[in-house]
């Protein structure tokens, strides 16, 4: 029986996972410096979670999702997307009852049934942040200023921002109205999934990925924006200048789900995986809480696809801190000088340093070579001879120069 991973999974192994690690250690850095706190959630919640936080009409809930019963036959789902679960969790756990808005952030695996391609997969991570509690454009601005600060301190190239408003409700209303008028005489020609979204949400249309080119015409829903709607609106794009973060304004931006209000956004990239060239995206949803049972309380959030930043990294060529050098390799000629190596060994692993030994009885010289792949900065030599006379070999493998020591002082020789 042979096993393969399941289709559009991945394996991470050493030597990728050092890049992935690499990544995450930006990000929490990153969420410290905007006082941004780390939520860990269940991987898998009650399908009605996310029927109701992502949206009926959305692809995700009608046809994405990996959904199961459990043995108490309850419908439960692997999440899809991180935000119905932090917003449930905040609803559950009170958080609203604090004081300062809540700034969450999260990084983990999520599940989608999509057709696997270069960037795109089964399972897949995202690092997302999510602030609650604030109607405040300064801190629309903030979230998208922290994407595209993000991209910046991994080192990425060509990533820019495209903003727009999808209104508050009434202004969605008008927006629709004008959008059907559109959309109706070209009913017939559209694809069977837009078809549906026509009756149940029409601005879902402009996000469809085959019909695209159509609707270069549709009407922009920057006209239907009502004055609130406008004047958040504005006053996002102020606070963007004054942090200096460039953006454009995409009118026919939606986003895919369905609670969406106020400021949608999306992460571009100049350099593109394929076909794909957004690698995140975020927006208002100052209806999500109340709708997941929580008091009416706004937020806003954002969510980077990890896998296509790596496949990006991988293409610039981005430097990656990911060395990991041993400090030191652990070579025993003999029997006797192997148990006191096992001994020095232990003790330079309690004292910090990074160390190793073999483990597969081989000749010095093999053993020198594996010294030579782990990139030791020390080798360290012991045969019976020298300990019985107490002493230890230290080699540096830069300088190739060997110093003999005595056992007792070879930590501080290590330093
Ligand atoms: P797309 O239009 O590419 O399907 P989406 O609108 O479904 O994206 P979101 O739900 O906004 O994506 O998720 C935010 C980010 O998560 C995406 O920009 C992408 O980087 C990543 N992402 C989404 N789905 C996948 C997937 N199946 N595989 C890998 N990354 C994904
Ligand atoms: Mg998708």
């Given at each position: 029986m042979d096993f393969q991973k399941p289709k559009g999974t991945l394996d991470f192994l050493p030597g990728t996972v050092e890049k992935w690690q690499y990544v995450e250690r930006k990000a929490h850095d990153l969420a410290r410096r905007f006082n941004y706190r780390e939520v860990r959630t269940p991987i898998f919640e009650y399908t009605q979670l996310f029927q109701r936080g992502v949206g009926e009409t959305t692809d995700i809930v009608q046809k994405e999702m990996f959904s199961f019963q459990d043995m108490g036959g309850r419908n439960m789902t692997l999440r899809p997307e991180g935000t119905a679960g932090v917003v449930r969790a905040y609803v559950e756990n009170k958080?609203?009852?604090?004081?300062d808005v809540s700034k969450l952030f999260y990084i983990g695996p999520m599940f989608r049934q999509e057709r696997p391609q270069?960037?795109?997969?089964?399972?897949?991570?995202?690092?997302?942040?999510?602030?609650i509690g604030s109607v405040e454009p300064a801190i629309d601005a903030e979230v998208?200023?922290?994407?595209?600060?993000?991209?910046?301190?991994?080192?990425?190239?060509?990533?820019?921002?495209?903003?727009?408003?999808?209104?508050?409700?009434?202004?969605?209303?008008?927006?629709?109205?004008?959008?059907?008028?559109?959309?109706?005489?070209?009913?017939?020609?559209l694809c069977k999934d837009c078809q549906n979204r026509i009756d149940r949400n029409p601005l879902r249309v402009l996000d469809c990925k085959v019909d695209h080119d159509k609707f270069a015409d549709a009407p922009s829903i920057l006209d239907s924006l009502d004055e609130e709607s406008l004047t958040h609106f504005e006053a996002v794009q102020r606070n963007?200048?004054?942090?200096?973060?460039?953006?454009?304004?995409?009118?026919?931006?939606?986003?895919?789900?369905?609670?969406?209000?106020?400021?949608?956004?999306?992460?571009?990239?100049?350099s593109g995986i394929g076909a794909i060239d957004t690698i995140g995206g975020g927006g208002r949803y100052n209806k999500l809480v109340a709708e997941v049972g929580?008091?009416?309380?706004?937020?806003?959030?954002?969510?980077?696809?990890?896998?296509?930043?790596?496949?990006?990294?991988?293409?610039?060529?981005?430097?990656?801190?990911?060395?990991?050098?041993?400090d030191v390799y652990l070579i025993a000629l003999g029997e006797k000088a192997s148990a006191e190596i096992t001994k020095q060994l232990h003790a330079l692993r309690k004292l910090?340093?990074?160390?190793?030994?073999?483990?597969l009885d081989r000749k010095m010289k093999a053993q020198m070579k594996s010294a030579d792949r782990l990139e030791a900065r020390y080798t360290v030599i012991l045969g019976d001879d020298e300990l019985e006379?107490?002493?230890?070999?230290?080699?540096?493998?830069?300088?190739?120069?060997?110093?003999?020591?005595?056992?007792?002082?070879?930590?501080?020789?290590?330093?």
């Open positions: 958080l609203f009852g604090e004081p270069a960037g795109r997969y089964r399972q897949f991570h995202q690092f997302g942040i999510e602030a998208i200023a922290f994407g595209l600060q993000f991209f910046e301190d991994i080192g990425l190239k060509g990533t820019s921002v495209e903003i727009n408003s999808v209104g508050n409700t009434a202004s969605r209303e008008a927006y629709n109205e004008r959008l059907l008028a559109f959309l109706n005489p070209m009913r017939d020609s963007l200048t004054a942090m200096g973060v460039a953006y454009t304004i995409n009118p026919r931006l939606v986003r895919g789900l369905d609670y969406y209000t106020l400021t949608a956004f999306e992460f571009k990239t100049q929580g008091p009416d309380q706004p937020g806003i959030g954002m969510a980077i696809g990890m896998e296509r930043l790596q496949l990006l990294l991988a293409d610039q060529q981005t430097e990656i801190d990911d060395k990991r050098p041993l910090g340093f990074s160390a190793e030994r073999d483990y006379r107490g002493e230890i070999a230290v080699k540096s493998m830069e300088t190739r120069e060997q110093v003999t020591v005595k056992l007792e002082d070879l930590a501080s020789a290590l330093k």
